[in-house]
Each structure stands twice: as C-alpha cells, then as structure tokens.
C-alpha cells in the first residue's frame, strides 16, 4: 500500500524557515509525480508546489504567494521529497500535505495518495 509520511512541522518566528519532509513507501517513487499541499483552518486544500516525475530537483508549479520563498526537491534514491520554506509569514499557518501520483498535475483532485499532514505555524 502507498504510504507518505510527513515530518519536520513546528511553531516558528515569522522570518524564519523550516524543512518539510516526506518519506514515500509502497511504490515506485520515481514514476510519481510529487506535490506539496496546505490547508489553513476554514480555508479549502491549496497547492503549493509540484515536483516533476522522474525529477530530483525541479518543479513545474509554485503558488504565486510562496514562489521565491518555498522550494521543492526530491531524492529519489531515498523515496524522500522535501519543501524547503524560508522567510516564514504568519499567512503560511496551515497543515501541509504530502501527495503523489502517477499523472501529476497541479490539482489536488487529481492526487489520489497522501499523508496525514504536519502543522505549521507562524507567529508573528
């Protein structure tokens, strides 16, 4: 069974950065597209960043809030995908996601395997 666990969420400053991290099992990470997702309290799921298949490094998608602030790699040796977020705002409060599937794209409806979130939070 596909399995994606999240890790590496914490309270922080705003300003400050953190590493998200996911560990992919189950599956033949490489052929899946990987993408990172968030939910703020009474808000709906947004994307945040999308991770090509087959890429180590490069992503075909960022959200325009976080674009310069937040990047996406992965390691596919390792099964691991990360989200690099640096220079924190309050505004970025919100569990993220890990997702991945076999077509990618830039929608959450089109992800059919996910972890169960890691919170972060930014205080001012």
């Known amino acids: 069974e596909v399995q994606l666990v999240e890790s590496g969420g914490a309270l922080v400053q705003a300003g400050g950065s953190l590493r998200l991290s996911c560990a992919g099992s189950g599956f033949t990470f490489r052929d899946f597209a990987m993408a990172w997702f968030r939910q703020a309290p009474g808000k709906q799921r947004e994307t945040v960043a999308v991770a090509v298949i087959g890429s180590s490094a490069d992503s075909e998608f960022y959200q325009a809030s976080v674009k310069g602030r937040f990047t996406i790699s992965r390691d596919n040796a390792n099964n691991m995908v990360y989200l690099q977020m640096n220079s924190l705002q309050p505004e970025d409060t919100a569990i993220y996601y890990c997702?991945?599937?076999?077509?990618?794209?830039?929608?959450?409806?089109?992800?059919?395997?996910w972890g169960q979130g890691t919170q972060v939070t930014v205080s001012s």
């Open positions: 997702a991945a599937d076999e077509l990618g794209g830039s929608k959450a409806g089109t992800y059919n395997n």
